[in-house]
């Protein structure tokens, strides 16, 4: 054989072998690196590893959720109204009422003048984020605007808040390579995808729970209504109190209904200060959730139960008090959360408070669920599809082209090694329409060849010698090929840019299929000319 | 073997043929689209909630349909779905239906509950094993031990059963059970279940004669989000293909490739209209390969028309359209005929999920390098004819580049 025909076969050889070992091969642990398989099953094993499958073949849910950043806005509001409130009485400067406008702004009323420079100086050192300016047609009053950039980062900061939050709480429920990342353009939505899992509700509830847990002194209560326990008070609440409604906590467990509480407003432990959650029988031997605390949280929390012996200590979830026990002596680092809980529910709960409360509540916007056998049955059409168009297409060549026609079919093969090696070396997601791409490739690919031999068969009838037909075939046909590839690796492009999912599968598996399909079209098909050219007599024919 | 062996047709002549029959395409799927009042979209587009159902028997659409009513699921629409044997159906509620609830799923629920209600109901107590997951299976398995795997340790004994669950569930999911098994002896075949395995689940699982197969919900928001950007993401591929191929040829080549590509857009979604089919996302992503391929069998003919401008300067350019075109025919009939012998086996035997994916594509084949010949070429004739030059020695652009080419 040819030195130089030597060289590309070996060249062809070392790829085929990289391909093959890139898709048998997965490392199990630390001491392997190669990773060869060392018995059939193993190496069945390592393909499944090596090919991953997207959620349309494997199974599994895809979600689309949307956080609503005004709510982290909006606390930042609340934060703030409170804190310029107590600047405000700290400098002695009178006002009359402070509301708030929308989520970026507050109304302060009943401001005199002559605190008018003061107010002015405390909020460009207090409050940086914040604007004051005055309000047309009232002299008394100020209105204080968030800044545009600080609204923004305070949403932005949600977001990721938000996304590793349920990250944590997937992770914990044991989900199987989840992928959560950002969806569309700015308009803070995040995709889900969680591999076989096929009911989704539970997820979908531990990823909604906002967890937002403070423990706070009760005042009084428990009343009926919110207007008895307002009434009690004559119809004014007292100063740092709020009231929130939760359920009637009696001794038979039975009896529902609501109970309003009358709360006092700072909370003696938040969400922050836990260390740890965990589900645990309480002294009845039903299920619920012990709590530990940081040390910091441990000073606060022994100061406000010591402080506090005999009466109440509201436990609130989401601004519902949950039960409301009470303080029978100083307690510092841990306590208990009691309720109706299945074993189940206090599991949920405690996974909950360990990942942390979200900054933001969700909104479910889509949700999609693939069955696990819809996914193996589309797998077999598939391959059912692929194998028939393959054959199909290398009978024809095989008929049409004769010999070249094996030609043909070798580069095709090879071909589709490339392209599955090559999804296994990304790591690409395999997807239905992913394997509706391979398929096209095997349509579109072949396309070179018979570009090829196309100009070959016109070469020969113009009389030229077999060997420079098939240079010139090679030659002019070399152009075309680029041309028509990068036309459709274009189209995947943006394919790639604005799809999702199987989308994204069908992008990469066209564009891996058609960048293998110039090495193959081009450079094995012309190692196989070359090598049957020097093989044959001069002057025989090309069977093509 | 050649199936065209110095074919000598008078492509250009024939053009107003091919305006007719282009016409008439358009016309059709423009009148179909017409009288159904827009296209028709896929859920994607529309949002809604579709549930996919399979059961052991054909299934009584009119009991579900009365069961749906039942549950104030009066709109909801059922349609058969996939081969007769395959006892599937499509159960589909509009966005409208549940516009009233918050929770995005409160459709599916509703859907669910009647389901139950009308086929799934088992003896109380017992979990149904046609919609239990593995996990669910394991953890009857470990509490009721049929193997006797507790003296060996719980952790070897969680994951022993974890396996034989899955295995279980996967007999179950495979085809051609695909996710439903009418009798529990059916598992036998599964490798480690013995009959004190069968017996547990006999005792603990019951068989209802319906699966859930596939959900999809997709809420206003996105739906409309999706049928902007389809929009967008449409124009930008045509955006593209027409700076690339400005770029490789000249600007009017660049024209009457995207026009010939447009058409072949409108033509399939006349087509679509025409024969009622649905489109949704993977569609969209069709029509673009489609418009990646149209540009490819477009630029083959341009690709030799240039070359023969570059040889024959002095050739009326009708000729040389036809010549070049001749001389790719066998090339443009054949890469065509074996793509779309590749997407025709995808069409056949894909299965229902990728089925509006590969009809577009067996459909944009074929009209793609139709309209190579008889919309891209005629458009470039017509242009050099309005200016008058019938020779193309006459332009002076391509002369200037000819001879910088000469000179280098």
Redesign the interface.
């Known amino acids: 054989m040819d030195t130089k025909v030597r060289i590309r076969v070996i060249v062809i050889a070392a790829v085929i072998v990289l391909c093959f070992l890139g898709v048998i091969c997965y490392p199990h642990g630390e001491e392997e690196i190669v990773g060869f398989p060392t018995s059939f099953q193993r190496m069945k094993e390592n393909v499944r590893e090596r090919i991953r499958l997207g959620l349309d073949l494997k199974g599994g849910t895809h979600l689309v959720l949307q956080v609503q950043v005004e709510d982290a806005v909006n606390i930042t509001n609340d934060l703030t109204r409170e804190r310029l409130q107590d600047e405000m009485r700290a400098k002695s400067i009178a006002f009359a009422d402070v509301q708030k406008g929308d989520s970026t702004h507050i109304l302060i009323k009943g401001i005199p003048q002559e605190k008018s420079t003061e107010l002015q100086s405390l909020a460009s050192e207090q409050f940086p984020d914040w604007d004051l300016s005055r309000v047309t047609g009232d002299p008394t009053a100020r209105q204080v605007a968030l800044r545009a950039s600080a609204a923004a980062g305070i949403r932005n900061q949600a977001l990721l808040q938000a996304m590793n939050t349920i990250r944590n709480r997937i992770d914990q429920l044991g989900v199987t390579e989840p992928t959560i990342t950002e969806y569309g353009r700015g308009d803070y939505m995040l995709v889900v995808q969680l591999p076989s899992v096929d009911d989704p509700s539970r997820v979908k509830d531990i990823i909604q729970n906002t967890a937002m847990l403070t423990l706070k002194i009760v005042q009084d209560g428990p009343y009926a209504t919110r207007d008895a326990a307002l009434a009690a008070h004559g119809g004014v609440l007292p100063p740092d109190t709020e009231l929130l409604p939760g359920k009637r906590e009696s001794a038979n467990e039975s009896s529902g209904g609501e109970a309003w509480y009358l709360i006092n407003r700072i909370a003696a432990v938040t969400g922050r200060d836990l260390r740890d959650a965990q589900p645990r029988p309480d002294e009845n031997g039903r299920p619920s959730v012990n709590f530990t605390l940081t040390r910091d949280g441990a000073v606060r929390f022994g100061r406000v139960t010591g402080q506090n012996i005999g009466k109440q200590l509201a436990i609130i979830l989401d601004n519902r008090v949950f039960s409301a026990p009470t303080i029978q002596g100083q307690i510092t680092d841990n306590g208990r959360i009691t309720g109706s809980f299945t074993q189940q529910q206090a599991s949920d709960l405690a996974l909950v408070l360990r990942s942390g409360a979200l900054p933001a509540s969700i909104k479910y916007l889509e949700e999609r669920t693939v069955g696990p056998s819809l996914g193996a049955d589309s797998i077999r059409h598939g391959v059912v599809a692929s194998i028939v168009g393959l054959v199909a297409v290398m009978a024809f060549m095989l008929v049409y082209y004769r010999g070249s026609g094996i030609n043909a079919n070798l580069a095709l093969v090879l071909n589709l090694l490339i392209l599955v090696a090559g999804l296994a070396y990304f790591g690409a997601v395999l997807t239905l329409p992913g394997i509706a791409g391979v398929i096209l490739t095997v349509g579109m690919g072949v396309d070179s060849n018979v570009l090829i031999f196309e100009r070959i068969r016109e070469e020969l009838r113009l009389g030229k010698t077999v060997g420079s037909a098939v240079s010139g075939g090679f030659e002019h046909a070399f152009h075309t090929i680029i041309d028509t590839h990068v036309t459709t690796i274009v189209s995947a492009l943006i394919l790639f840019t604005f799809g999702t999912g199987p989308i994204r599968g069908f992008a990469v598996t066209l564009t891996i299929g058609l960048l293998a399909n110039l090495f193959t079209s081009v450079f094995v098909s012309r190692v196989i000319f070359d090598y049957v050219l020097t093989r044959r007599e001069k002057g025989a024919e090309l069977s093509i | 073997?050649?199936f065209f062996h110095e074919p000598k047709i008078d492509w250009m002549g024939k053009k107003w043929y091919f305006i007719g029959l282009t016409m008439v395409l358009l016309v059709a799927g423009m009148v179909s689209i017409a009288l159904r009042r827009g296209l028709t979209y896929g859920i994607d587009f529309r949002g809604g909630t579709l549930v996919?159902v399979?059961f052991t028997k054909a299934p009584d659409l009119d009991a579900i349909r009365g069961q749906l009513r039942r549950e104030n699921l009066g709109e909801a629409t059922i349609q058969r779905f996939g081969g007769a044997q395959e006892n599937e159906v499509i159960i589909g509620l509009d966005l409208g239906a549940t516009a009233s609830s918050n929770?995005?799923?409160a459709g599916?629920r509703a859907i669910v509950m009647a389901l139950e209600g009308l086929f799934g109901a088992g003896p109380a107590g017992k979990v149904d094993f046609n919609n239990a997951?593995p996990q669910t299976v394991a953890e009857h398995l470990v509490v009721a031990d049929p193997l006797h795997l507790a003296s060996k340790g719980s952790d070897e004994a969680m994951k022993a059963y974890r396996e034989l669950a899955e295995a279980l569930?996967?007999y179950?999911?495979?085809?051609p059970?695909?996710?439903?098994i009418g009798d529990l002896g059916e598992l036998r075949s599964v490798a480690g279940a013995t009959p004190a395995v069968l017996e547990t689940l006999g005792k603990d699982f019951y068989l209802s004669s319906y699966?859930?197969?596939?959900?999809?919900?997709?809420?206003p928001?996105?739906g409309s989000?999706l049928r902007r950007?389809a929009l967008?993401?449409t124009l930008?591929?045509l955006g593209?293909?027409l700076v690339?191929i400005w770029f490789?040829f000249e600007l009017i080549y660049g024209v009457a490739a995207v026009i010939a590509t447009f058409h072949d857009v409108l033509i399939t979604i006349g087509i679509f209209s025409l024969l009622n089919k649905e489109i949704s996302?993977?569609v969209i992503?069709a029509l673009?390969?489609l418009?990646?391929?149209s540009?490819?069998d477009t630029?083959?003919v341009f690709?030799r028309i240039r070359e023969n401008v570059r040889l024959n300067k002095r050739e009326n350019f009708f000729d040389l359209v036809n010549r070049s075109i001749n001389?790719t025919l066998?090339?443009t009939i054949?890469?065509s005929?074996?793509?779309?012998?590749?997407?025709?086996?995808?069409y056949?035997?894909?299965?229902e999920?990728?089925h509006g994916?590969?009809l577009t594509?067996v459909i944009g084949v074929i009209i793609g390098t139709y309209s190579s010949i008889a919309i891209a070429s005629p458009i470039l004739v017509f242009f050099y004819q309005r200016a008058g030059k019938t020779r193309m020695s006459e332009k002076p652009r391509i002369l200037e580049r000819e001879t910088a080419d000469a000179r280098r």
């Open positions: 073997m050649e996919y399979k929770a995005l799923d599916k997951s569930v996967n179950r999911n495979s085809p059970r695909s996710g439903l699966a859930v197969r596939n959900t999809e919900i997709v809420g928001k996105v989000d950007q967008y993401v930008a591929g593209a293909m690339y490789r996302l993977t992503a673009l390969t418009v990646g391929y540009m490819n630029i083959v690709d001389q066998s090339r054949l890469t005929g074996l793509t779309f012998l590749a997407v025709l086996s995808l056949l035997f894909g299965g999920v990728i994916f590969a594509l």
